[in-house]
């Protein structure tokens, strides 16, 4: 499996960017995939996972309201959009996959099997 970020950029406070991530490999649709960022000085952290079907998501508390995760399992894509964007969202972004489907452990990285190699987004006030 590889994943690859792609999207990120400079916008403004209160802008917005739509992330993408491609995976190459099979059965797509069976992963959970998950968006974290790292920002400089920081931990990484977790930003939002969808699982395999796309019916379900979950957002960390930060980006609720803000950010929507998506998927299309037609194309092995997921995305993040990201609306009303503010300085403290400006990290670098992973996009990640776990072969273990959906549960509690979605918010950790230690989920996660594969990850991309990461997007920056730089939020100017």
């Known amino acids: 499996v590889q994943l690859q970020a792609s999207g990120g950029g400079l916008v403004q406070a209160g802008g917005s960017l739509r992330l993408s991530c491609t995976f190459s490999?099979?059965?797509?649709?069976?992963?959970?995939m998950g968006w974290f960022r790292q920002a400089p000085g920081k931990e990484r952290e977790f930003v939002a996972a969808?699982?395999?079907?796309?019916?379900?998501?979950h957002y960390a508390d930060s980006v609720k309201g803000r950010f929507t995760i998506s998927r299309d399992n037609a194309k092995n894509t997921v995305y993040l959009q990201m609306n009303s964007l503010e300085p403290e969202d400006t990290a670098v972004y992973y996009c990640?996959?776990?072969?273990?489907?959906?549960?509690?452990?979605?918010?950790?990285?230690?989920?996660?099997?594969?990850w991309g190699q990461g997007t920056q987004v730089t939020v100017s006030s």
């Open positions: 490999g099979r059965n797509f649709r069976t992963y959970a």
């Open positions: 969808i699982i395999g079907s796309g019916g379900i998501t």
């Open positions: 990640a996959a776990a072969t273990e489907g959906w549960d509690y452990r979605v918010v950790r990285e230690d989920k996660y099997d594969y």
